[in-house]
């Protein structure tokens, strides 16, 4: 069983849809093992998204990211990275389709959502990030 990482973003937050994206990842069959609200650090930003944070457009990422609390969410499944992506649909929310998350709930590139992990790789090193061992549960 996989698990990977995923963030309701502020646009999420503020749309108030947590409850409605986190039904469809329930009803997707996957497992909630770990949850947690916080206000994401200016620090944990730029580890976080250290391939983008030389890039002139990464303040406004930070702006963006540390403008509310999130939620954090870890879930378990089979294959449970790349089915997450899928339900999500593109980065680029204009470019979702319909019945996808972003599809449907998303505007733009960076208001999207939700982050998740887009690698197994990535997905066990943004659970060690953000998620202590004991934090975690499941399989």
């Not at 990422?61 to 999500?88: C, N």
Request: aromatic share 8%; net charge positive; glycine share 6%.
């Amino acid at each position: 069983m996989q698990k990977t990482f995923v963030i309701f973003k502020p646009d999420c937050m503020e749309k108030r849809l947590v409850g409605t994206v986190l039904s469809r990842f329930e009803a997707a069959g996957f497992d909630v093992v770990a949850c947690k609200m916080v206000l994401l650090s200016p620090a944990i930003l730029r580890e976080h998204y250290a391939h983008v944070a030389d890039k002139p457009f990464y303040p406004e990422i930070e702006k963006f990211m540390h403008s509310r609390p999130v939620v954090m969410i870890a879930l378990q499944g089979k294959d449970i990275v790349q089915r997450v992506r899928d339900l999500l649909g593109p980065t680029d929310s204009r470019k979702a389709a319909k019945g996808t998350i972003r599809g449907d709930f998303g505007t733009e590139m960076m208001k999207n959502v939700v982050h998740a992990s887009d690698s197994v790789e990535n997905a066990n090193a943004e659970l060690a990030r953000f998620f202590k061992p004991e934090e975690l549960f499941g399989a």
